[in-house]
């Protein structure tokens, strides 16, 4: 007696419409978490730059809507402009050394903070939340090494 094979034809159909969704789903997720991830990363390295730049000696407010805009052109999706807060305060008491020489200035650590926001928006139907990035940056900058006398 032969066997005849069923035609499985409509089961892989039925497979192919139940897996293709979740395989959508799967890579619409992945791809919002990455973009996530590399906005957080940007606003990262500019909350260091920016830092950098502080800490060099105080950058003007021509150069200070560049950077903001230079951030806020580099993030994908649809962001609030970046709010860039600076704070240089001094490092009081500086350690006094032993040696040729004296260290007399004051050396200074520069704080920068950048907020910003991921503002919803909807997309097949869900509602894609508001978030909320906030990155810090510190750059410390010595005194001057005095001329040996």
Known sequence: ??????????????????VL????????VFFQVLTLCRNLIILQK???????SYALGTPGRLHRLAQQAAIYRSLRG????PLVQHN??????WP????FATVTDHGSITSVDIKTALLPHAFMNWRLPFLRFDCAADMLKDPPIPEQE
């Open 1 to 18: 007696m032969i066997r005849t094979a069923k035609n499985s034809g409509g089961q892989a159909l039925v497979e192919v419409a139940l």
């Open 21 to 28: 969704p979740v395989l959508f789903f799967a890579g619409v």
């Open 46 to 52: 500019s909350a260091a730059d920016v830092a950098y």
């Open 78 to 81: 649809r962001v609030t402009i």
């Open 88 to 93: 240089t305060e001094l490092m009081n008491p």
């Open 96 to 99: 006094k050394s032993q040696g």
